[in-house]
């Protein structure tokens, strides 16, 4: 074949749409990576069973079946470019770029020898083509937590491990986008160095302002979503630092996530004041008790003014008090999506009612500014719920939330949300005769009683405010005491 041009019309034209089509293997920073665990490398026991597998051989057969059962879409779609690059230099130059855009490197290595390994076949040759990466930056086997079976991690091995993912970043000159995962379960290894060679190559890289999306995770955190102590590695903090330090660095970042340990007081003050381009800001755990309720006197005054801010997504932040998180929608001017899962905490003040006339008030917030585009809602309960249905949003989503709590909240003030257009819940059960949002109970008086619940249910209220009522949400995570519905 002299030419891609040979090639016929319609299957030329099927090629192009499968190396146009986005293919995210990690994910994406700004977006999910919070709250989604990306891929790992197989551990030396038996994840179904817990048993370790001593026999080489059929670890490796249970490794491929599993594999072959869990072949996704992404997968299979490498897999197509991988073998059309192969045809001749034409489909090569079409369907590289597209393999090589994001590069997850967390998949592909459990040792220092498969690192330099990756780095000569892939990072050298197509470094340009690179432009998301999801990297480890604890050395090869620090994810193992079975005492067990964890390896001792020397000083040199953490080391080395920098020195390598220095390296590697260093080469990527085109990079846009980088996630950097990390395990704080040893902490051994969280105090042994400040990754120097990692921090040089992430300041390198943002102050030619080529990397604007960034994003810092714990995999205990993404493993275990309750409640335990982690530590953030003190490299991490002094990179997060560096970064804030630095005007030409902050300036760079787009989009942040953190998915740690609590903040210190240092860079949670850092954070507020020095990113004036920050257009995404995801923070999931590392708003502690300790750092203050988000809008408390002393913290108000410390959220600079950002209209670049358009996503603001806060996932168990103690921080996170209901009652406050109007008051940065109002502070946070260019904002169009929030999205606030199981925040706040037990101690919280709780407020059971709205002023009488919020709604007419010409200083609520629904007077003095445009409603959000989306409201994303999960585990709260129905006075968190109300104090937030002084937001104003065109679109809201709820899932996990405690049974018929959302429900109770609308029934109890039927102008919460004002604007709302559409209301996003969870698919309720295959098995339920009818949506349970419009579920009428067996009455004694089938005309009246009835006729009085059929005002009351979530679907009517819908229609009465002509709401588009849509089963199509889906959690970011499960909690045993909150419904899945999300009503």
């Not at 996630?179 to 042994?192: G, T």
Request: neutral net charge; glycine residues 4%; charged residues 25%.
């Amino acid at each position: 074949m002299a030419s891609v041009h040979d090639v016929p019309v319609e299957i030329l034209l099927e090629i192009i749409d499968l190396a146009t089509t986005p293919i995210t293997d990690p994910p994406c920073v700004g977006a999910q990576a919070a709250w989604t665990r990306p891929r790992l490398p197989h551990l030396p026991w038996d994840t179904e069973s817990g048993t370790f597998e001593s026999n080489e051989q059929e670890q490796k057969e249970r490794v491929s079946r599993k594999r072959m059962r869990t072949h996704t879409e992404v997968e299979l779609a490498r897999e197509t470019l991988k073998k059309l690059r192969l045809v001749n230099r034409y489909y090569n130059r079409l369907c590289t770029p597209k393999l090589f855009k994001d590069y997850n490197m967390i998949t592909a290595i459990t040792t220092i020898k498969e690192l330099h390994r990756i780095s000569s076949v892939v990072v050298i040759p197509y470094w340009q083509h690179i432009h998301v990466l999801s990297i480890d930056i604890n050395a090869p086997n620090a994810h193992i937590s079975d005492p067990k079976y964890r390896h001792e991690l020397p000083i040199q091995a953490v080391e080395a491990q920098d020195r390598n993912m220095g390296g590697i970043l260093d080469v990527c000159k085109n990079l846009t986008s980088l996630a950097m995962y990390y395990s704080d379960i040893d902490p051994r290894v969280n105090n042994m160095t400040h990754i120097p060679c990692i921090r040089a190559a992430v300041l390198s890289l943002l102050e030619n302002h080529r990397l604007c999306k960034l994003g810092f995770y714990s995999t205990s955190i993404l493993d275990y979503p309750f409640d335990g102590v982690y530590e953030v590695p003190v490299g991490v903090f002094t990179l997060l630092r560096s970064i804030l330090d630095s005007p030409r660095a902050a300036s760079a970042v787009q989009v942040l996530d953190l998915a740690m340990g609590s903040l210190s007081e240092e860079i949670y003050d850092k954070l507020r004041t020095k990113l004036p381009n920050l257009r995404t800001l995801t923070i999931r755990r590392a708003l502690r008790r300790g750092l203050g309720r988000v809008w408390d006197a002393g913290n108000c005054i410390k959220w600079a003014p950002n209209a670049n801010l358009t996503r603001l997504q806060l996932m168990t932040c103690q921080a996170a008090y209901a009652v406050h998180v109007p008051f940065l929608v109002r502070h946070f001017v260019g904002l169009r999506h929030l999205f606030i899962s199981t925040c706040g905490e037990s101690s919280d003040p709780i407020v059971l009612n709205l002023p009488s006339d919020w709604r007419t008030d010409p200083d609520q917030l629904c007077n003095v500014r445009e409603p959000l585009d989306t409201l994303w809602l999960e585990h709260m309960e129905m006075w968190e719920i109300t104090m937030l249905g002084v937001i104003p949003t065109r679109e809201l989503v709820v899932t996990t939330v405690k049974k018929n709590h959302l429900w109770e909240a609308l029934r109890a003030e039927d102008e919460l949300f004002p604007h709302l257009k559409t209301l996003r819940l969870a698919p309720y059960p295959a098995d339920a005769d009818k949506d349970p949002a419009r579920f009428v109970p067996p009455c004694q008086n089938e005309t009246e009683d009835q006729k009085k619940w059929k005002e009351k249910t979530l679907g009517a209220i819908c229609d009465k405010r002509k709401i588009e009522l849509r089963r199509d949400a889906r959690a970011t995570w499960r909690c045993p005491c909150c419904d899945i519905r999300g009503f």
